[in-house]
């Protein structure tokens, strides 16, 4: 995790948790004049997150963020629900998903391959254990740069 990730985390998590929804992630893509900081929150009620959800903790993180001012230049703030592609990003969040297909982007190649989809088995220590085509790869977090839950209809 990056040193931006963890300064953004810090001020981000609490605004989120303060105003009863779970922090779920976050991504920041530095695209120049078209940075994106992406939030992900997430609810235990039934209704889920909807627009004014978003709204509202989009408002609050603004103002943090616009105090705090951690991120230099231009970017635009998106708040949403993880939805069903849900990202994960910590190793909760891959246990709770055990069984289930994810889709994993490598930050560098392992086994000669940066890309595998495929059947999360499990967690070993920090690892995650993906069944790819009768195979099965024992990745670590760390070399994980993106990874998404396939949703099964």
Do not use: H
Not at 12 to 31: A, H, K, N, T
């Amino acid at each position: 995790m990056s040193a931006k990730y963890t300064i953004l985390e810090e001020l981000i998590r609490p605004v989120v948790e303060g105003l009863g929804f779970e922090f779920w992630g976050m991504e920041y893509l530095s695209l120049g004049k078209d940075s994106v900081l992406r939030i992900y929150i997430e609810t235990d009620a039934e209704k889920g997150i909807d627009v004014e959800d978003c709204a509202r903790v989009s408002r609050q993180v603004s103002s943090i963020l616009d105090v705090e001012d951690p991120i230099t230049g231009e970017y635009n703030l998106e708040v949403s629900s993880p939805g069903l592609d849900r990202p994960l990003f910590s190793l909760a969040q891959y246990q709770a998903y055990i069984g289930s297909i994810v889709s994993l982007r490598l930050r560098v190649p392992f086994d000669g391959r940066r890309k595998f989809k495929g059947q999360l088995m499990g967690i070993e220590s920090e690892d995650i254990v993906i069944r790819v085509d009768q195979e099965e790869y024992l990745l670590p977090i760390d070399l994980i740069d993106k990874a998404n839950v396939v949703p099964q209809f």
